[in-house]
């Protein structure tokens, strides 16, 4: 993994992950990844593993779209009182769906390096009524977080676009109160070829960023954190990935094999 990350311009790569969904949050129910309606890295929340009901509790259109890859909450054990922090929030869906799972007497934090993104989350928090959630600006590798003060960590389909995931395996120990727990979706991947990698639209697109699981797992692990274990996979084939990029003209366009 450190071989990989220290190939890439950090800085870079942060700046056009950020145009990317500050670009994104600003086009309804559009891929943060394409002008297509969906596509990997941008599905129906209903089509991912959200419940009508968690849906329904706050949003008035059911088939909002999603920058996630799934639903980590449907595998946490969140309850009421706890501290849950969200890496990534996007739009705040999941911010939403914690808070209704901690209650009053819990807190849930969103921390998120995209402004767009911010106001957006804070607008639908705002329209939800919600109380008990703050969202922060930051890095998702260096948290505005103290240590040992959350509950949880949750993330949906955004430690693949960082491109210092030590950093992101090392901060999640460092905020988890001590028997914590965290719970991700994410992308991983096995033998992405170079040219794939070298795509800066691809990054955003959660492909060109992304390990494999075992490189996954044993950062986890590196930084501290027991009992790492995968839940569910959902397993998209080369032809499928394929099939993605090249209907994609942002994306195909600029590719050189």
């Known amino acids: 993994m450190n071989t990989k990350e220290k190939k890439i ?113 804070k607008e639908n928090i705002k329209v939800a009524g919600v109380k008990n959630v703050e969202v922060r600006k930051g890095l998702i590798e260096d948290l505005p977080v103290e240590s040992s003060s959350v509950d949880w960590v949750i993330s949906n389909c955004v430690i693949n676009l960082s491109p210092e995931k030590e950093k992101v395996f090392s901060e999640i120990a460092r905020v988890l109160k001590p028997g914590g727990r965290m719970v991700v979706s994410d992308m991983v991947g096995e033998n992405i070829p170079e040219w794939l990698r070298e795509n800066k639209n691809l990054y955003s697109a959660c492909i060109s960023g992304v390990i494999s699981e075992k490189e996954y797992l044993s950062g986890l692990r590196k930084a501290g954190l027991e009992k790492v274990k995968v839940s569910e996979r959902i397993v998209y084939q080369s032809d499928e990935l394929e099939s993605f990029v090249k209907s994609s003209p942002e994306i195909s366009k600029d590719i050189k094999r």
């Open 9 to 121: 311009d950090t800085k870079k790569i942060r700046e056009e992950v950020k145009k990317t969904y500050a670009e994104a949050i600003s086009r309804k129910n559009l891929s943060c990844c394409s002008s297509l309606e969906e596509t990997c890295c941008s599905v129906k929340a209903k089509d991912i593993g959200y419940s009508e009901e968690e849906l329904n509790n706050f949003l008035t259109d059911s088939n909002i779209t999603t920058f996630g890859c799934g639903n980590p909450l449907a595998y946490s054990e969140v309850r009421e009182g706890d501290v849950v922090l969200d890496l990534g929030p996007g739009a705040g869906l999941d911010l939403l769906i914690a808070a209704r799972k901690v209650g009053p007497s819990g807190q849930v934090i969103g921390v998120d390096m995209t402004d767009e993104m911010i106001a957006k989350a």
